[in-house]
């Protein structure tokens, strides 16, 4: 069964075909970050429209090269959610109705669903149970997962996603959108020492987050400093280690009480190398395995929503054949 795989749900349109034996056929991926750069962040209306110019044509792309036609298709699976309503609504639409003319079953996604199995494309995937890490913009989740469609919620950040986090942080240090690679990018020159900043909650039982208050720690610090290049980078520094920081202690808390022995990170921020670095030296140390998507897979994209689709539409899930965007979607 060929499954093709529609991401709209943000800034980024992703296509993919699945193939449960094949693997991985083909993905395309078209970023609209030129398009919100100018504004800071993304403007929905904006995205919706990108969505609607680049999505057919994309999806011609990938089928053809993958060397197939709509026919060859065996299920078509695209996120329903969580994200922005028009940029999502688009994805549906086209989902269901080229699902609807192929007369083949669809099947709606959680995009965190779909970061959150993104390892599992990988030659050397983990085997489940294992503790996922999502980090993205929209989310901090740490889950225990059992299997497709077993979850467990363990902590989660009661304010800020990590990445919005970095996104915000940026644009106090002047920097662009999107903010995480340009943090990691500034603090490459930077020193993590000078400045001391917060490891939020991890002081304290629970697995939960907070990371609103590095905000704040950033702005204040920011002004005891002249505000050179030098100084920003020094920040960056400091934040993005207490980011990092705080996310291997919560990981980490997060293994040793379930007893389980594999860390799943994935999600935008998955692509931060420090954070990779760190939580592979703590794996090693600790005798736990970390896996991650490849750096391709770890911001959003169609390959991820293909496979989950893929492993619902084979584990039998049927829905109605109507066109379903759900902006707001708990795991
Ligand atoms: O998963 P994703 O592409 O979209 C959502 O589902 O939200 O995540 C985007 C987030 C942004 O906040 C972005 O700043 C962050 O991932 N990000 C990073 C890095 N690359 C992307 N954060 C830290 N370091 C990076 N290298
Ligand atoms: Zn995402």
Redesign the pocket.
């Given at each position: 069964m060929f499954v093709l795989g529609i991401e709209t749900?943000?800034d980024?349109t992703g296509v993919a075909v699945y193939h449960p034996e094949q693997g991985l056929l083909a993905h395309a991926l078209y970023s609209q970050v030129k398009t919100h750069a100018e504004y800071g962040g993304v403007v929905p209306e904006l995205a919706s429209r990108d969505h609607v110019k680049k999505l057919i044509p994309l999806i011609r792309r990938v089928l053809g090269e993958a060397g197939l036609t709509q026919r060859d298709l065996g299920g078509i699976a695209y996120t329903r959610g969580p994200?922005l309503v028009g940029a999502l609504l688009v994805g549906a639409a086209v989902a269901r109705s080229l699902a609807w003319t192929l007369n083949i079953p669809c099947v709606g996604v959680h995009?965190?669903e779909g970061?959150l199995l993104a390892p599992l494309l990988e030659p050397d995937a983990p085997e489940f149970p294992f503790i996922a890490l999502l980090?993205?913009?929209?989310?901090t989740q740490l889950v225990e997962v059992e299997g497709i469609g077993g979850y467990r919620i363990l902590g989660e950040s009661l304010d800020d996603?990590?990445?919005?986090a970095?996104?915000k942080t940026?644009k106090m240090l002047g920097l662009g959108y999107?903010?995480?690679?340009e943090?990691?990018k500034l603090a490459d020159e930077g020193r993590a020492d000078r400045f001391d900043f917060p490891r939020p909650m991890t002081d304290r039982p629970g697995l939960d987050f907070s990371f609103s208050g590095l905000k704040t720690h950033t702005l204040t610090t920011l002004a005891t400093t002249e505000g050179t290049r030098q100084d920003k980078a020094d920040i960056a520094a400091a934040f993005?280690a207490a980011v990092v920081d705080t996310l291997l202690i919560k990981s980490r808390r997060a293994l040793r009480e379930t007893g389980l022995k594999r860390l799943v990170v994935a999600?935008?921020?998955s692509?931060?190398?420090l954070?990779r670095e760190k939580l592979d030296d703590m794996a090693r140390k600790e005798g736990y395995r970390v896996y991650f998507p490849r750096l391709a897979f770890?911001?959003?994209n169609g390959a991820m929503i293909a496979y989950a689709g893929c492993q619902r539409l084979l584990a039998g899930h049927v829905e109605p054949a109507e066109i379903r965007a759900q902006p707001r979607w708990p795991l």
């Open positions: 749900s943000c980024e994200g995009h965190m970061h980090v993205s913009g929209g989310h996603a990590a990445g919005e970095f996104d940026a999107p903010g995480g690679p943090i990691a993005q999600g935008g921020v692509a931060n190398r954070m770890c911001g959003d």
